[in-house]
């Protein structure tokens, strides 16, 4: 697909001839250089806009508008300061379900509070949460409405490094335990090894797809996975890629 | 909670000790400057009125205020959401709020004669609904995208986003020019039963203190406006807890 942004300067183009294919049920981490469309894939996904040319797909559907089976989080977690944390994982509820009753709402967040290590948490505002903390909150609301597709913009981004760590076991633990196809936006090529089954690289703008590479690692993934030599191989591949997107290619410098 | 109460409480107490001290010293007389204690003759004298006048002043201050809200939270919706109507109402708004509202009070009463009541409410609207305009308008404008984008991801209508998130989120900004409109609304009605002859309400009560040199009583008066729109502001302020208390942080 191709998507071009109207501006004052004449139409931007920021995708070309895009192609992405994501299995059902895996994850796919798409890195590529800053500015380079990565957010307006995310927006085209989820439906929040239409590509010039081409077509969104989604578990055999055409895409032309917003779906309720679709989660998004962002860098950003935007939580409600007005809700406790318990009332902002339900809001996707209060769209998608609003017959279901109050009482399995709550027993549906709560279940994903608890995978998230959130439990006790639940009546606090975000504004008294930690960063992390809020950012799983931002999780949990988006895949409370279970999701087959669930869109993530870089949600571990403006996290330090220890706690960015650790939501990337929480992601896993909550892929083991959901089941969704998962789209992750990032510029952590660490992050993208970690949690993808496949690693799609987009070059320059206007986007294309430049790279795909299948992460063959074993599915229980501990940390420790990215200190293997095997890890180390692809993580280089990675960012001799992502130098080729930014037009620097090849060698070392 | 005894020191908010009882802090207010000693900063008037030293206000009046000060003003008393300052028409003493200076030897006014009181028809150069009324000095504190010649307030309470005049307001027992005029009790009645201060009451039957006093409420009158009130009550069109807040039903005009009322009319503020409903009407600038409305257009506060319409420039916040449509950038057209954005650029199309605001130099219309800045020149209708740059437009000196004492000169307003012959003209709306020519246009509404002898409706005392009905004019005074419009110039308290009038003079308030301005900066509850532009602070929803702003407070929607300036709305992230991604706030939108959670609900609206989901097929959520633009209504249930506006209700779900947008008014909530601007319910800080909507009381804080709420405070400002609500002692603006006391200048409106003054305004009105000050200029106009044969009005009522303290505006009025205070004109004919000046027709017949009943100085202290004019003074009175002030303070009596001054009261009321203490009490008015922390009436928005105890909606503000309730409403948007979540806003408020601890300590500080």
Known sequence: MSHAYKTKGGLLPVLDGLEVAVPEGTFAAVVGPSGCGKSTLTKLVAGLMKPDTGEVWLHGERVTAPRKTVGMAFQNPVLLEWRSILENVILPLEIVAPKMPRARRVARAMELLEMVGLVGFENKRPSELSGGMRQRASLCRSLVHKPEVLILDEPFGALDAFTREDLWQTMRDLRRAEPFTAVLITHDLRESVFLGDQVIVLSGRPARTQYVMDVDLPEDRTLDVLFTPQAA????????????????????? | MLGKIATPVLAVCVFLGLWELLVWANGWPNYKMASPSDLPPAFWKYRELFFTMGWQTLWRTVAGLMLAVVFGTLIGMIIGFSRLARDALYPLLIGFNAIPKATLVPVISLIFIGQHDFNTVLMAFMISFFPIAVSVGIGLSTLEPEYRDILRAL????????????????LPEFFGALKVSATLAF???????????HGRGLGALFKSGETNG????????????AFLGIVLYYAVIFLERIFAGWAEREGG
């Open chain 2, 214 to 225: 009943d100085y202290p009583l004019m003074f009175a008066v002030l303070i009596a406006l």
């Open chain 2, 155 to 170: 097929g959520a209508s633009r209504f249930t986003i506006f209700r779900k998130i947008a008014l909530p989120k601007t």
């Open chain 2, 187 to 197: 200048i409106g009605t003054n305004l009105v039963e000050i200029v106009s002859p």
């Open chain 1, 233 to 253: 191989g692809m993580l280089h591949t990675l960012r001799d890629q992502i130098k080729i997107a930014q037009g620097r290619g090849g060698k070392d410098h």
